[in-house]
């Protein structure tokens, strides 16, 4: 990975464009084929622990990814291991050159190998199985010999054995993530150069398990593309200076709850102040600013007329005061979304610096979404999936605009000129000027009401000092997925948005420890850095 920061995410045709580039540069078909079977290697014995003897069982189809597997059985044999690699198109099938090369030196060396009715007997007898059946070209449901090998590596997987995919899952589309019929569940995933979108996207991403990135070597250079993921080193928070005060920690203004909704208010300001803003201010309806500012005491508050226990439009010069004094303004979670919220929202939209628009604030302007372009400085709105298709205008529900995240969020961002959070499993940031983050981190715990309200303090405290909003709006939701991650783990998932909030610290100094220690992380592999490949076997060891 040439930039530690981030991993490029790239499609099947940028993809193609690197390894054509590479070989322009000086490289060759056969070198990236070598270098990229020694770092599916090591992720097969990275995934097992051990080399020596290490039963592996190589489930190869008649392409590159094919060869990549022939390759990886060579490097395996080299060490010690035991793999046995199962032909699908059969042992005499026509390869290419690079491949042909490969599966000749590893039979000529004595190396084991059969056609596609051993498939079933070899996948019973070993310790990790390996999915090199289609590459990153593929599209469609798998059928005929593939399909049956997908099949068959499947039940190895229910029957518990380890299984490796080979740049990406089998059934799992390289583009987009989508799976149109059945597809290999990976274990863990071992990708070259960069990312393919499909390892991150869902449902894709539920089949790649585990994803480590290899390094194809210097005369490979990703591809300029506007996608990425964030990695350790990129998500990580700067050191804050000697002399640093809470000015220059950011001030945040909450705008926020309603009668029978201070919690989102509160989950939210404690996302800000966990996240490390300076200075948290919460506005909230005055009948519940007691209520508030007993739950949070490092915040501030300011109670604002209130209607029906929601805030009232008479509040608007108060909130407009407030927010000359912040640096950012997040606003939405529990205020509901009468005419109140939306002249509140409204009144922000002409005069906040930055502004975050969370739950209410963007459900207050269903129908009419395109007053939110509408804006004087900086926005960034966080819809989750039902909020997202309320914004756009071609989805038919939330379950279409979750599985369509991708596809909506960017030109959603173009059209508001706005960063958009479209939140979910690997929630995915779009930035005005089309650059695109797809977030590693997060998990099952999120699936709990107020991590939202988490997730937005969280955000705005990001922006309050940040010279690239939509790049410190991606660092966030890394950091609030890994925030989730921390709190469902002593919780078998079953944790709550408190303990969300609760583990965010924890998730900050855990960012700077992994990309002290593990830049790369969460896309390498244990005892494995993703590191330079040499060009030939020497020095290959597990």
Not at 41 to 51: E, P, Q, T
Request: proline fraction near 5%; hydrophobic fraction near 45%; include cysteine.
């Amino acid at each position: 990975m040439s930039d530690l920061r981030s991993v490029p995410l790239l499609d099947a045709d940028a993809a193609h464009a690197g390894d054509q580039a590479a070989v322009a540069a000086g490289s060759s078909w056969a070198a990236l084929m070598h270098r990229a079977g020694g770092h599916l290697a090591r992720g097969i014995v990275a995934s097992a622990g051990y080399g020596y003897g290490l039963r592996v069982a190589i489930v190869a189809g008649k392409g590159n990814n094919g060869g990549d597997g022939w390759a990886a059985a060579r490097r395996l044999a080299a060490w010690g291991a035991e793999p046995r690699v199962v032909a699908v198109a059969g042992l005499d099938a026509e390869l290419s050159d690079e491949a042909s090369d490969q599966r000749r030196r590893f039979l000529s060396a004595g190396g084991w190998a059969r056609g596609p009715q051993a498939t079933d007997a070899v996948l019973q007898w070993c310790d990790v199985a390996v999915d090199c059946l289609l590459g990153t070209g593929a599209t469609g449901a798998p059928r005929g010999v593939i399909g049956d090998a997908v099949a068959a590596l499947r039940r190895a997987g229910d029957r518990a054995t380890s299984v490796v995919a080979c740049d990406v899952p089998t059934g799992v589309q390289a583009d987009d993530g989508q799976v149109p019929g059945e597809a290999v569940s990976a274990d863990l995933t071992v990708t070259f150069g960069g990312l393919k979108r499909g390892v991150l996207l869902y449902p894709g991403a539920k089949y790649a398990g585990r994803v480590a990135v290899g390094d194809l070597g210097g005369a490979y250079q990703p591809p300029e593309v506007a996608w990425s993921a964030l990695t350790a080193a990129g998500a990580a928070p700067q050191a804050l200076g000697v002399g640093v005060d809470k000015h220059a920690r950011g001030r945040v203004l909450v705008v926020a709850g309603s009668r029978g909704m201070a919690g989102a208010a509160v989950l939210c300001a404690r996302g800000a102040l966990a996240a490390g803003a300076g200075l948290v201010t919460v506005a909230v309806p005055r009948g519940i600013q007691d209520l508030v500012a007993g739950l949070i005491p490092p915040a501030l508050t300011i109670g604002l007329d209130d209607a029906g226990g929601a805030v009232a439009a008479a509040a608007v010069d108060a909130i407009q005061d407030a927010a000359a004094d912040a640096d950012v303004v997040v606003a939405g979670p529990g205020m509901t979304f009468g005419s109140g919220t939306r002249q509140v929202i409204e009144t922000l939209r002409r005069t906040a610096r930055r502004l975050v628009l969370d739950a209410d604030a963007l459900n207050a302007h269903r129908g009419e979404t395109d007053v939110l372009a509408d804006h004087a400085g900086e926005l960034v709105v966080t819809p989750q999936h039902r909020e997202l298709a309320r914004l756009v205008e071609d989805a038919t529900d939330g379950d279409d605009a979750l599985r369509r995240r991708a596809e909506l969020a960017p030109p959603l961002a173009a059209r508001l000129d706005a960063t958009v959070v479209a939140k979910g499993p690997t929630t995915v940031v779009a930035a005005p000027d089309q650059r695109v983050w797809v977030t590693p981190t997060g998990g099952p715990a999120l699936g709990a009401g107020g991590t939202g309200d988490v997730l937005a303090g969280m955000v705005a405290a990001g922006c309050a000092t940040a010279e690239d909003v939509p790049y410190a709006v991606a660092q966030a939701c890394w950091r609030g997925g890994l925030a989730g991650q921390l709190a469902g783990a002593p919780a078998a998932d079953r944790s709550t948005s408190d303990d969300m909030a609760d583990a965010v610290p924890a998730a900050l100094a855990l960012t700077v420890r992994l990309a002290q220690h593990r830049p790369t992380w969460p896309f390498d592999a244990p005892g494995w850095r993703a590191g330079r490949v040499p060009a030939d076997d020497a020095g290959w060891r597990p």
